[in-house]
């Protein structure tokens, strides 16, 4: 039943999922567009027309055909032609833009190159030394000296930077794992560490997607702002308005549709089936007979029905509306006085607000004469019925892990296709919107006339900028829209700014989408496309962006941003699971009986019983294991099933227990395989979900196994975490590649070399260093510092130069001493082979010091991740290898020396070894640390417009002369 191309529906209804496309999984019905009042000479639109249109993709629900169509079938099913296949469909542009949208992200990026460029010329001016100074002495091999140019080139540029980058990046993407964090790109984790803007959807992702229906506001009989609950106290017309005015449909005995309506007649207490509604107490019986389907441009939805009370001859019909306050507004009878104000009273609240509306049609109206009736003769001289007021509650997570990321120097954003009111209302409560807040719209909008933008003239045009406005939620302020940078720069830095779809399209029109957008806290009333259109501009404008969402509607922005995070609920099975279980341990809790006689057998719940099915894989795998591990499968599912306490034992318990029993030893393998069986077994009571059509996980580069937006502060700390991790390996390798350049050339041209001992020591060292660095973890809360984006930084490179002029001076120093103490027999040539002396010792030591003192000095910490401290793994390799240079240095154990290649040194020069490593680390440290402090890493405004400050102050002055002026 998926529809394999777009196809216009010329003959039949259909209702159809299109969750694959919107992320929705509420059913549309799909109408004939021949006889729904479209002009045949109009041209087709897929937006405009979209009810017409059977998307590719799509799932057909259920499917009616007309027996009375000039054309039918042969089956008598639809009849629809087909538009465009393959990737020209709705879901072929989808999957192009999953696919080519952004750039793949690798860890061979430019500033990677650059940075290798940079050690390059390090690497080839000590070549070039070593060539001008070989070939300048006639009897040197000139074979062995390109061969030594070759070797510089290759060593001094670190042919384990990629291996370095990967291992942090790695344990980043194990560390994401251990919290349900999946990644599919990751060299976007240390982008996380730079994000300025934090872009949310509202429903599904700050909100839950369940509406609750809080009462009818507006009664005849009530006070105007009064909520009533309960359906007894509501008049029988809200009633029938609430249940019979929706689209929901039974599919596989289940209700399905749109939330609201469900929660709408749920609280009704009405009961619907295949177009009948009938009241909670049976006295009442109304069957559908048209509808009138609910239209984003018209923002109202209508039907007509057939209405038989007990007692009643024959059925009345009746027609009956909801929708936007503001455009039912328009067709009633009579508007009461306090109208606006009650609803937008409870608009300002956060509620999204439906009108309904009722009337009487003409008594003699049959059937089909019913359906016969067009939208406009339904829609007008209708009777207010009330207001009702629906609430979508934030999620408990939200508001404090917002908190926590206006704290830690992010900007953040609201975009949703919610109305302008409830999404403003949505984010004052999380710390999106801190300050008074203006809406720009379409005056039309207020006004519900139904007509987007450019009704009178093009979105963009100067003449429809008179069509816009900027008004408060309470209607307060309202200045008008100008086509001025000053005043929308003005207005940014005394209000929050909210753009609704409409102005927003305007705003692109007129050229001022990249200067406008980043001053707007809230986008409302926004398109998928217009989604992504704002994380292109903010991207654009420089921005570090990140996007969190979790449908398919916002496939586009997560695309575009450079980290974008799809929320994916745990499934309805891990629902059924929790709830079977906690009723089992109630039962088992609860339960005095006797215990069951053996052999006897219980039926499992439904719930029990899909998951069983569903872990059967899992079970038989852990069957085959204990089998594989040589224990008795009888006995350990028996044990795992029962116990006397009454508790459920572990299959990995019970196989260890019945070892035990029979008194043998437990050998390791065995423990391994019981500790996997009950991994397996803790497996199994956690449902993974999986990807659906729908799902926004299907393009985002992150996907975190949640429901609430928790998990991007995790993904930001990780982030910044291997963001630091990188920058200061980068540096680490850039020390320890520059001194190796030094080695290398001058020194070796002097015949200090290094013994094969000497060199595996050092590079397992290194290695091993390195390893405990990329194993530093982020800390428990976002910081208010920020980490260093980029190595191209002044920091960077003063610390860089700063320190190796430090370590090469104490190299230089240490050589020349160690030089005019040995004796001239004692000297080597470049060419010869290694042979202990004083020189290679000193110089050798020498160098173990600076890498020693490099990992020390370089080691970030806090407030990015563990301190030195806390990285037991690092902090005991520096140790270890601390205390290992102090035995060499201090010659205690002389054959350990020795074993290594040295000789012995005079006490004079093990002296000023210690004191030169001393020096070399307290300046060090305090050239790094003084550093860190002149340049931190630049905080990013939390609103839009401070980065325009030095132009909003020359603005103001600039009006305060002209007043003084006037």
Sequence with gaps: KVVPADCLLLVGNCIVEEAVLTGESTPQWKLPVSGSGVSPHEALHIKSHKQHVLFGGTRVLQHTGDKNARIRTPDGGCLAIVLRTGFETSQGQLMRTILHSTERITANSWETGVFILFLLIFAVSAAYYVLKHGLADPKRDRFKLVLNCVMIVTSVIPPELPMELTIAVNNSLVALARKAIFCTEPFRIPFAGKVQ?????????????????????????????????????????????????QSLVMVDNELIGDPLEKAALQASRWSYNADVAVSHDKKTRATVVQRYHFNSSLRRMSATLQLEEDGSSQPVPVAVMKGAPEVVRQHLATVPDNYDTIYKHFAAQGARVIALARRLLQAHLTGPELRGLSRDQVERDMAFEGFAVFQCPLKVESEPSLAELAAASHMLVMITGDAPLTAVHAASQVHIVTRPVLILQHKLEATGAGIGPGAYHKPGSPEADAEFEWLSPNEQVRLPFQRSWDQVLLLAAEYDLCLTGDALAHIEGAGLAKKVIPLVQVFARVSPEQKELVLQTLRAAGWVTLMCGDGTNDVGGLKAAHVGIALLAPSALAEAKRKAKAADDRKSKGSKAAKPAAGSQQLLPAAQQQLAAAAGDKSRAGSRAAAAAGAPGDVVQKSSKSKKGGDKVKPGHALLETYRAAGKPVPASIQRWAEMLDKLEDEGGQDVPMVKPGDASMASPFTAKAA???????????????????????????????????????????????????????????????????????????????????????????????????????????????????????????????????????????????????FAVNYVGHPFNTGLGENQGMLRSLRYSGCFLALLVSEAIMPLNESFGLVHIPLEMRVYLMIGALLVVVTTFSWEHLLRRLFPAEKPPNKGYLVHKSQLQSIKARQARDRKED
Excluded at 210 to 227: D, F, V
């Design 197 to 245: 803007v934090c872009c949310f959807d509202k429903t599904g992702t700050l909100t839950t997607d369940h509406l609750l229906l809080e009462g009818l506001a507006g009664l005849p009989s009530r006070s105007p702002l009064q909520l009533v609950l309960n359906p007894d106290q509501w008049s029988t017309a809200a009633a029938e308005v609430l249940a019979t005015c």
């Design 708 to 854: 609430s937006v928790a998990p991007v502060t995790d993904i930001l700390k990780q982030g910044r975490c291997t963001l630091v991790t990188t920058v200061q390996m980068f540096k680490i390798l850039g020390l320890l590649c520059l001194s190796t350049a030094y080695a290398l050339s001058v020194m070796y041209l002097e015949g200090v070399k290094l013994s094969d001992s000497q060199a595996t020591l050092s590079g397992l060292l290194t290695a091993g260093m390195f390893y405990f660095i990329s194993n530093a973890k982020p800390l428990g809360k976002l910081s208010a510092a920020r980490p260093h984006p980029s190595i191209f930084c002044i920091y960077f490179f003063a610390s860089l130069l700063g320190q190796f002029a430090v370590q090469l001076g104490f190299l230089i120093f240490m050589y020349r001493t160690a030089l005019a103490v040995m004796p001239q027999d004692e000297r080597q040539e470049s060419d010869a082979e290694f042979k202990p002396n004083l020189v290679n010792s000193v110089c050798y030591l020498v160098e173990q010091i600076v890498q020693l003192t490099t």
